[in-house]
């Protein structure tokens, strides 16, 4: 096993460094493990980081070792990825801040990682109209005979409807998590979670044991969003987490695409104007 998945892992439980900063330890020293052995004085040529911030990498990766933390990681998260591995997603990887530990959970396909084969989201509203549920069960069911694996965040509402349709015209899924994979959530989505391993997969940045929390959703969106050649939007009023999506598409240079309905429905008021061309949004 690479060395470098074991510092990977490490630097993943340093306070105050996210995945940007590892980006750039990354570049500036080529590997993480150069970088975990790196001065005060080489620390402070990175971007980002202040006096304080360096201290308290000095102080914290003190207390492990990389290699121990792996052995005794994987006892409880066999599987995993990091950037180190050939696995670990390719398109995810171009974003500017790609997860530094990726856990999985089903059938994994490798042309789906390397991005040969094209994976589409579909994103939407936890409370959509019956409209919103029709087209969207009609739009992945449609993508899924063609060939495209269908991504979404298994949240209830639209996720759940791509997700559903997706298995049942017998294609695969993949479904992004704001948990450990050892936390159903929302629990009415027990059955889906059950099955998506058999077609497709489960995937999260978060380990074992990681609950909901309100803050793990937004960033489970880049995951979403950078995974996928293009996101469809269907319904999703102007709080909703599909429009986060939509920004990290935009972001990460994406198609993005929505489904056209009534003007009258206010659940779509903010999707329904907001891409007037590719790569052009209102956010206002």
């Known amino acids: 096993m690479s060395s470098e998945k074991a510092y990977w892992l490490g630097w993943s439980q340093i306070s105050g460094v996210g995945a940007v900063t590892l980006q750039r330890l990354h570049k500036q020293f080529s590997s993480l493990e150069k970088a975990w052995y790196a001065s005060q004085q080489e ?27 792996l052995s005794e990681h994987l006892k409880k998260n066999p599987q995993f990825w990091t950037p180190a591995d050939a696995n670990y997603p390719r398109l995810l990887l171009e974003t500017p801040s790609p997860p530094p530990v990726l856990y999985y959970q089903g059938k994994i396909d490798p042309q789906e990682m390397q991005g040969t084969q094209p994976l589409i989201s579909i994103v939407g509203t936890r409370s959509p109209s019956d409209y919103g549920k029709r087209w969207t069960q009609k739009i992945s069911a449609a993508l899924a005979k063609h060939g495209y694996t269908i ?53 999260t940045e978060y380990p074992v044991g990681t609950k909901p929390d309100r803050g793990n959703f937004p960033a489970r969106n880049r ?47 903010r999707v329904f104007g907001i891409i007037k061309s590719r790569g052009q949004y209102d956010f206002k």
């Not at 349709?165 to 929302?186: H, N, Q």
Request: aromatic share 4%.
């Open 151 to 203: 991504v979404s965040g298994l949240a209830a509402g639209i996720d759940a409807c791509a997700h559903r349709s997706c298995l049942e015209a017998g294609g695969r899924t993949l479904a992004i998590l704001g948990t450990g994979l050892d936390t159903v959530y929302p629990p009415q989505n027990r059955q889906l979670y059950q099955d998506i391993p058999q077609q497709g997969a489960l995937l």
């Open 43 to 69: 620390l402070q040529k990175i971007a980002g980081l202040g006096n304080k911030n360096i201290q308290q990498i000095l102080e914290q990766r003190s207390r492990f070792s990389p290699e121990t933390l």
């Open 223 to 269: 995951i979403i969003a950078g995974v996928s050649r293009a996101v469809i939007i269907t319904e999703a009023p102007e709080t909703s987490g599909a429009l986060i999506t939509a920004r990290y598409a935009n972001e990460f240079g994406r198609d993005v695409y929505i489904l056209p309905g009534s003007l009258d429905n206010k659940k779509r008021d």
